[in-house]
């Protein structure tokens, strides 16, 4: 059974807890896009791990995963990370495998990706960490993959500085390499799971374009970069927090208003740990944003959804949710396309009560407060999408499960 848990906001939603929490059944955990600029927390008992580049299933010892062919491999990052990795007691050697098709990113490729940020009148917000740059050689046909690492005739036009980290690294990572279709081919009788990496809204095709990533971060990327064609996918996850989130640039119709809403803001910030795991720059908050997330429903056909971080709101005696945008006067209630659109939108805010109660230590959906339900109820009808697992905490076991992902929808 192949299952896919992708972003359904921004990023930053919680997947690594719950590609984590699923891994637990999987035998094969496949990251199929994005670099060392996405991040992923998981905390483990009293022990928090931040992964960029291995995929979250990799703390347990008898899992494979593989970074897939829609990745973008920083060499250096990936071998610090594990090295971590090691330095904690992780045992990953034979277990972490690389798709033959998945690109490098050279060195030189960082200070490209700085300076056409520099030089931009309206900045991206990129993390400056070459993955764009990948992307871009990728497409235009200059790119290196790791099958290309020993072929002479593939590396011609590199420079002295390029071949010299190419031989360099080449002995490290020609090992972990293998044929992701192939392999998974030989494990099709398996549980697979399949890791986005950023969210939908952070697309290359469907995201908020052109703030976005260069990847797929939507659920086809897990078919056209994960190793296996679309008909073999059989169960589709968005996750998504309980309110919104975005770091970088870029438009975000809730975002809470720093001079009105500056306690607001920051209790959610403090409360929810919103600062990047990659960059540490403190995340842009603002209400959930129904329109984008039903959007996200629809663009990938979830099957379900996961709900993270709805403990944030414990203490709130009131709190809201956008339901639709009013942009130069009109309502609207889809995500449009246009930037300038979004950058004029106001939210249509609908305000729900809060429970006031610790979620903490409920593991069972029946036993959460009322208001909570009705605030779950509300998000599955509007997006009329099941929410069938609900986050209240970073730990593995801070979950409640309403339906195993591993029982086709």
């Known amino acids: 059974m192949n299952v896919v848990v992708i972003g359904a906001q921004w990023g930053d939603e919680g997947k690594g807890k719950m590609v984590d929490y699923f891994a ?3 035998q094969v955990i496949v990251r199929f896009s994005g670099g060392a600029n996405a991040g992923h927390t998981i ?13 979250s299933g990799v703390l347990y010892p008898d ?28 045992d990953w050697h034979g277990r972490v495998l690389i798709s033959d098709r998945a ?39 200059d790119g290196v993959r790791l099958a290309d690492l020993d072929d002479p005739d593939r590396l011609v036009n590199l420079s002295d500085e390029d071949r010299s980290f190419v031989d360099t690294w080449l002995p490290r990572l020609k090992p972990m390499s293998v044929d992701l279709t192939d392999y998974l081919s030989k494990h099709r009788n398996t549980y697979t799971l399949f890791e986005g990496a950023q969210g939908t809204l952070l697309d290359i095709d469907s995201g ?8 797929m971060s939507c659920a086809a990327g897990a078919s056209a970069q994960g190793g296996i064609g679309p008909k073999a996918l059989d169960k589709i996850l968005g996750v998504f927090k309980a309110y919104s989130t975005r770091v970088g640039n870029g438009p975000f119709p809730t975002e809470f208003n720093e001079d009105s809403q500056s306690a607001l803001c920051n209790f959610v910030r403090n409360t929810g740990r919103e600062f990047g795991v990659t960059t ?24 379900a959804l996961i709900l993270t971080h709805l403990d944030v709101y414990d203490t709130l005696d009131t709190f809201e949710a956008c339901v639709g945008y ?14 300038r659109d979004l950058e004029a939108a106001e939210p249509v805010l609908r305000t729900f009560r809060g429970w006031k109660k610790s979620l903490k230590e409920v593991r069972n959906f029946d036993d959460l407060p009322l208001e909570a339900k009705d605030y779950i109820s509300f998000i ?5 999408t099941p929410i069938e697992i609900v986050s209240v905490g970073y730990d593995r076991k801070e979950t409640i499960v309403r339906k195993s992902p591993w029982i086709r929808s």
């Open 24 to 26: 637990a059944e999987a």
């Open 43 to 55: 905390v483990h008992g009293s022990e928090q791990f931040a992964l960029h580049l291995v995929p």
């Open 63 to 90: 899992k494979i995963v593989v970074l897939g062919t829609g990745m973008v491999i920083d060499p250096i990052a990936l071998f610090e990370e594990l090295q971590m990795l090691a330095d904690r007691g992780i």
């Open 103 to 141: 690109h490098i990113v050279l060195p030189r490729y960082r200070q490209i990706d700085l300076d056409m940020e520099a030089a931009r009148k309206h900045p991206i917000g990129t993390t400056g960490r070459g993955i764009g740059v990948t992307y871009a050689m990728k497409a235009s046909r």
């Open 208 to 215: 908020t374009y052109p703030f976005v990533s260069s990847g």
């Open 280 to 303: 540490g720059r403190p995340r842009r908050c603002g209400h959930l944003d129904l329109v984008a997330l039903r959007y996200a429903c629809l663009v990938n056909s979830l099957d």
């Open 326 to 339: 009013k942009i130069n006067g009109k309502l609207i209630e889809h995500l449009p396309a246009s930037i």
């Open 380 to 384: 599955e009808e509007f997006t009329e």
